[in-house]
Antibody
Framework: EVQLVESGGGLVQPGGSLRLSCAAS????????MSWVRQAPGKGLEWVSV???????YYADSVRGRFTISRDNSQNTLYLQMSSLRAEDTAVYYCARTLYSGTYYFDYWGQGTLVTVSS | EIVMTQSPATLSVSPGESATLSCRAS??????LAWYQQKPGQAPRLLIYGASTRATGIPARFSGSGSGTECTLTISSLQSEDFAVYYC?????????FGQGTKVEI
């Protein structure tokens, strides 16, 4: 059974940093494309970043240069390092297994972890 | 980027009735269109990809149609567990983008 469990969210001040984790089971992270998708409170969904099975990484314009996606193959875990955080980064962050056809869509999602950026 | 517009914003239906949700793209997405269901406090769940292919384990009462700039999700004979927010998403062009959602309520 495919499972994704995020952790690491919390309250952080503007300009601060946070690292999110996503522990996967039932499949191998390194053999798949994996993404982070976020949802601001009461809002819709926004794709944030993807890491390919080959290791290439891509980012939404809104986070490029501030966020870094990575993975630990030995731990079967996906990460999102977030820095220079802004109020508009406040959201629930979901990790998602990603399928590629054109660009990306998402077949399995974690339950999400809430990041709140506020002073 | 491609803008996805869903209508209506809210759809009020009764159990057993059918619901038709629309998704319009600002430019053609061919059949590179997915639909997701999200219940309060839960993660989205993939329902449909390729505009009309049901994902694994999705009941046959969910069907998708359309291509290009207009796609539709139809839920026939609504069950109580189908009341949720539904999002469409295009994956034709980078970046992948979502609609703002349609809430299906009683």
């Amino acid at each position: 059974e495919v499972q994704l469990v995020e952790s690491g969210g919390g309250l952080v001040q503007p300009g601060g940093s946070l690292r999110l984790s996503c522990a996967a089971s039932g499949f191998t992270v390194s053999s798949n494309y994996m993404s982070w998708v976020r949802q601001a409170p009461g809002k819709g969904l926004e794709w944030v970043s993807v890491i390919y099975s080959g290791g290439s990484t891509y980012y939404a314009d809104s986070v490029r240069g501030r966020f870094t996606i990575s993975r630990d193959n030995s731990q079967n875990t996906l990460y999102l390092q977030m820095s220079s955080l802004r109020a508009e980064d406040t959201a629930v962050y979901y990790c998602a297994r990603t399928l590629y056809s054109g660009t990306y869509y998402f077949d399995y999602w974690g339950q999400g972890t809430l990041v709140t950026v506020s002073s | 980027e491609i803008v996805m517009t869903q209508s209506p914003a809210t759809l009020s239906v009764s159990p057993g009735e059918s619901a038709t949700l629309s998704c319009r793209a600002s430019q053609s997405v061919s059949s590179n269109l997915a639909w997701y269901q999200q219940k309060p406090g839960q993660a989205p769940r993939l329902l449909i990809y390729g505009a009309s292919t049901r994902a694994t384990g999705i009941p046959a009462r969910f069907s998708g149609s359309g291509s290009g700039t207009e796609c539709t999700l139809t839920i026939s004979s609504l069950q109580s567990e189908d009341f949720a927010v539904y999002y469409c998403q295009q994956y034709s062009n980078w970046p992948p983008t979502f609609g703002q959602g349609t809430k299906v309520e009683i």
